[in-house]
């Protein structure tokens, strides 16, 4: 039931994932990732979505460490994603790169660690020290991240391990409606970046009769569009008021109607890079 801050969707391995997280991209590691992080997890988050080029798994460790003291709360508890960087793709390389990461985040396991990029030539390697690092106990799930559906395809002719999680950008005018219905098909799940479009879309006046309509923020409107569309979210703010913001949206629902009318606004439109066409 999508009635809480703490709900889970039940991976295809039986893990259980948090409908809804914490982003960290461009947080600054130190202070205010440390404060963005704390003040989540007091306010009801349970899962923390970073990579190691972020720069900030220090922080994020350190403030998952004091929530938990001054909480209470317990490392299973916790939900903490990260993601290995493009240039350390490969097999002896990835998993130097999850032990770095583990080093940083102080953790012994994490809960999900994903393959960035599909980096040509390479990502079938680095599957397969995911696989790996899963098969070994480190690692709860692994996934990947914006990889188009041929990605998929391929990465999953020759793995042993499907992947539990595809991580891509995903708002109301990228609505990846091929890529959603592929990955459902096949039981992976599928997981929002950029949910807000950084940003980009919080003016919009369609999204704005509907928030109006329920009382709602714009961001609000996205965000349970995302949840009720069965897919992860995991805005990013480093503000409280909108760190509680941004959670409060067990409370309503939106009507078909206004899914329609939010599904409307779809231009296949990206902000950040095609997978297909990236240079890093
Ligand atoms: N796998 C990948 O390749 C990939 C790529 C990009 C991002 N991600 C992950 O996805 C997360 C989310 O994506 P994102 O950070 O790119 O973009 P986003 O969550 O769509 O947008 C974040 C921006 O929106 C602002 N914001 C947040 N809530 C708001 C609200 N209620 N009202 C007005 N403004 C609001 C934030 O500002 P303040 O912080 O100032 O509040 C920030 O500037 C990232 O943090 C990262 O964890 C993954």
Redesign the pocket.
Known sequence: MLNNLQATTTLHNGVKMPWFGL????AQDGDEVIQAVKIAIKNGYRSI???AL?NNEEGVGQAVSEAMEETGLSREDLFITS?VWNADQGYESTLAAFELTMTKLGLEKLDLY?V??PVNGKYKDTWRALEQLYKDGRVHAIGV??FHVHHLQDLMKDAEIKPMVN?V?Y?PRLAQLELSTFCKEQDIQLEA???????KL?DNATLQEIASKHGK?I?QVILRWDLQNGVVT??????EH?II??ADVFNFELSAEDMEQINGLNENLRN?PDPDNFNF
């Open positions: 982003g960290v991209y461009k979505d970073t990579a972020y993601k994903l960035h990029w991240s914006n991580q950008e708002h970046w950029a949910p807000l479009m950084q940003g919080l923020s961001a995991i805005p990013k703010s480093t503000t909108r913001e941004n950040g």
